[in-house]
């Protein structure tokens, strides 16, 4: 069964620095998500990503958050300047068809630690 | 705007009995839809089952069935014949029919443990 791909598993990076976290959406997808998941706490969504452009973004989702599609295939999460409070599981998610019944089919997500 | 709870942070079951899981969500719409996720240890975040809220039967996926109460905003979720590998994180999720919201709510998750 075709997966959502997650890379790296897990991130250490200093505070003030910028990351990229990687995704690999299921191929034939047209939707793609990003969630986040602080340690213990509930799952959050961030922006969702549809025809190159951004569908709809959380307050979470600040100026220091960037997504791409850069090609036809990875779908990139970039935070800017790393703060400790980023500190999360962040998963990637993609969707065959647009809301309603059509499940979010999530990777394995990258760990992300901010020292 | 809409929100999701569930109640019981942890919960343990004996192997092979049934435990049920609660979730309640506030929502003002008519038309939704309501997910029960699974998280084992390996992180991924995995579809167990869905319903509509139009549809008044319940879903069902072998083990799994829930037990969905429009009136009550209520969707709980009950596992039969536990099993070992039942042991994970659970959240229950709701989504907007809409087609501009498309995005999905999680609660904050039940951990079940499995006891042999």
């Known amino acids: 069964e075709p997966e959502v791909t997650q890379t790296p598993s897990h991130q250490v990076t200093q505070m003030g620095q910028e990351v990229i976290l990687h995704c690999v959406p299921i191929s034939n997808h047209l939707y793609f998500y990003w969630y986040r998941q602080i340690l213990g706490q509930k799952v959050e969504f961030l922006v969702s990503f549809y025809n190159n452009e951004i569908s709809e973004k959380s307050e979470i989702f600040d100026d220091q958050f960037s997504v791409e599609r850069p090609d036809g295939s990875n779908f990139t999460l970039k935070i800017r300047s790393t703060k400790l409070e980023d500190s999360a599981m962040y998963f990637c998610?993609?969707?065959?068809?647009?809301?309603?019944?059509?499940?979010?089919?999530f990777g394995n997500g990258t760990r992300l630690t901010v020292t | 705007a809409q929100t999701v709870t569930q109640s019981q942070p942890e919960m343990s079951v004996q192997e092979a009995e049934t435990v049920t899981l609660s979730c309640t969500y506030d929502t003002s719409e008519s038309d939704y839809y309501l997910f029960w996720y699974k998280q084992p240890p390996s992180r991924q975040m995995i579809l167990v089952i869905r319903?509509?809220?139009?549809?008044?039967q319940n879903a069902t996926e072998n083990r799994f069935s829930v037990n969905f109460q429009k009136a009550a905003k209520s969707f709980s979720l009950k596992i039969s014949d536990s099993q070992l590998g039942d042991a994970a994180m659970y959240f229950c999720?709701?989504?907007?029919?809409?087609?501009?919201?498309?995005?999905?709510?999680f609660g904050k998750g039940t951990r079940l443990h499995i006891l042999p």
């Open positions: 319903q509509e809220a139009y549809k008044q």
């Open positions: 999720a709701y989504r907007r029919s809409l087609n501009r919201d498309d995005k999905i709510i």
């Open positions: 998610a993609s969707s065959e068809l647009r809301g309603g019944n059509s499940p979010l089919h």
